[in-house]
């Protein structure tokens, strides 16, 4: 039985990266300290043998005992609100915990994976963003603790590549939503279906022109376990190119819900990307992976999740 170590785990996307590798027969050890994440997240796997969690932030040094194949390194704020809240924090986890994790693998000989994303390509000025696309990120605006850090972390993993002849995989993620996002953690997709849930204006940043292009769960947590499995070290983007405007977004989603929410514009946020869409053509390739999920039934499905939410929160 293979064993990985996932930090962030009991986040939204480690938890379903957590079942998704016991489902694969793997043992999973979750190292996670809770500050974004939640341990009912993780509840699915309460009770199975291959499940052990161990609360402890990353940004400190720590050991597992025993053998370790893979160590996937999903720890950090990832919200603009959590970490706009918790901005050294975010520097120490993608700095100090890329820095741990890396150092668990090479001393267990295990492969690694460094959940990167699209943030490192900032405000782009390519698009759609292939790999091969070095950014255009502030440093230090308020945004810049999240994409420096993550800029640092994919630094790191390449040294420890090259200097260690670490087994390496980086994986930049785009947009991803699904259930177990926080209805409260400011991303906007959260925030649309839980206000037209509620009957509450939708708040669209801005005029609404800036684009974003959305995941379903399932697919990305395909494309991650194909690159687990590939022999792909540089960047791999994986994401959903079906890009739209927020304010169409906004309008997908009261549709979605059948709800008859205003929208109501507020100030956009400093640094906020004007454009984003994934070229996955590295992906289809090296992976044969491509998006699976159309954004009607995504919807569907974390709405449903949602309303469930919100429906315990009222009881
Ligand atoms: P999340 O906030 O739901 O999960 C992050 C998890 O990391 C939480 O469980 C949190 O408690 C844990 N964590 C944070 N700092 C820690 C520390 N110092 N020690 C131990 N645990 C710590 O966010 P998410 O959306 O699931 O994101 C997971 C990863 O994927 C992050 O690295 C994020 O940067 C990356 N990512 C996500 C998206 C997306 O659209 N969801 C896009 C790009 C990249
Ligand atoms: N956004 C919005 N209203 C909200 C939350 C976000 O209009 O209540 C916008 C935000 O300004 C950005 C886009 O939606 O342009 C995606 O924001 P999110 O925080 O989900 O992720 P980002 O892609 O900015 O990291």
């Known amino acids: ?21 016991v489902a694969e ?13 939640k341990r009912e997240n993780l509840r699915a796997l309460d009770g199975s043998p291959a499940f052990s969690f ?8 720590f050991e597992i005992e025993g053998p370790v194949d893979f160590v996937l390194h999903f720890a950090s704020p990832a919200s603009p609100i959590d970490y706009l809240e918790l901005p050294i924090q975010t520097l120490k986890v993608g700095s100090l915990g890329t820095h741990n994790s890396l150092g668990l693998a090479k001393a267990k000989g295990a492969r690694y994976l460094l959940a990167s994303t699209s943030e490192v390509y900032g405000d782009p000025l390519v698009h759609p963003q292939p790999e091969s696309y070095w950014g255009n990120v502030n440093p230090v605006g308020p945004r810049g603790v999240y994409d420096e850090a993550k800029r640092f972390a994919e630094a790191m993993v390449m040294a420890y590549h090259r200097v260690h002849g670490l087994d390496t995989r980086i994986v930049r993620i785009f947009n991803t939503y699904g ?37 379903y769960v399932d ?25 739209m405007t927020i304010l169409q977004f906004a309008h997908a989603i009261r549709e979605a819900v059948g709800s008859d929410s205003p929208i109501d514009f507020r100030p956009l946020p400093v640094d906020d ?15 044969g992976w491509e998006p699976r999920v159309p954004l009607a039934e995504g919807l569907r499905r974390t709405i449903g999740y949602f309303r469930e939410v919100l429906e315990n929160a009222e009881a």
Do not use: W, Y
Request: aromatic fraction near 4%.
């Open 219 to 243: 697919d990305l947590i395909e494309g991650i376990f194909r690159l687990l499995e590939s022999d792909q070290v540089d960047p791999v983007n994986i994401g959903n190119p079906h890009e």
């Open 1 to 21: 039985m293979k064993t990985a170590v996932v930090t962030g785990g009991a986040g939204f996307l480690g938890s379903h990266l957590c079942e998704r590798l």
């Open 273 to 287: 990307p004007k454009a984003r869409q994934p070229d996955i053509a590295l992906a289809r390739r090296v992976l």
């Open 179 to 215: 259930p177990r996002m926080r209805p409260r953690d400011g991303r906007v997709v959260p925030a649309f279906v839980q206000q037209a849930l509620s009957g509450q204006p939708l708040t669209v940043f801005g005029d609404g022109g800036q684009t974003r292009s959305f995941c």
């Open 25 to 37: 027969g793997m043992r999973v050890v979750c190292v996670d300290n809770l500050v974004t994440g």
């Open 54 to 61: 161990l609360r402890h932030d990353v940004s400190r040094p």
